[in-house]
């Protein structure tokens, strides 16, 4: 699935029209990364592909990105992720949809709760995410890090290998938003 795929997807989810779009924002290269600290080598992955659309008047923020988009230090790394954990063939991608909680549009930096829905392997769970929220010159900047628990997400570690990975990855993300424009 492309970009353009993506886009059409977080479209469908907020139906922008030129008359509601004045407070809808675009990250089209948003950047997520995780950790996993294990006895054996830390895995550590990027992924600066991701796609978010925010509008501030309805408080919603949509996010999508491609498993396959990132990027380990070593190829073997990669291949285990898509290929016997995320399984990226019958789960391409990671999706999110959810809310600002406490959010003030009128100021300029906050930390605000976003909860939603986190989509990762065909798996759907709610999740309340601290996020900073910085505002400069009309441009948004949303950054922030939780932990997933492998298991919520049925993600299989084979029990040769369960001492050797962590059960939690801790999930970074940061979001550079400017206006959308039709």
Do not use: C, W
């Amino acid at each position: 699935m492309n970009k353009i795929a993506f886009l059409l997807l977080l479209f469908t989810i907020f139906n922008p029209s030129k008359e509601n779009n004045k407070q809808q924002y675009i990250a089209r290269q948003g950047q997520v990364t995780f950790f996993s600290y294990t006895s054996v080598e830390n895995i550590e992955a990027k992924n600066n592909q991701v796609l978010s659309i925010i509008d501030l008047e309805k408080k919603e923020i949509a996010v999508s990105m491609l498993m396959r988009a990132f990027v380990f230090k070593k190829d073997l790394m990669y291949e285990h992720f898509n290929e016997s954990y995320i399984e990226s063939d019958l789960y391409p991608q990671a999706n999110f949809k959810g809310k600002l909680v406490d959010f003030d549009v009128n100021l300029a930096k906050q930390t605000s709760t976003i909860k939603g829905t986190l989509t990762i392997h065909g798996i759907a769970k709610e999740v309340a995410i601290k996020t900073m929220i910085e505002n400069k010159n009309n441009n948004y900047k949303l950054t922030g890090e939780f932990i997933a628990a492998v298991k919520d997400f049925n993600i299989k570690i084979p029990a040769i290998l369960s001492s050797n990975i962590a059960k939690t990855i801790n999930l970074k993300f940061r979001f550079q938003y400017q206006p959308y424009e039709n």
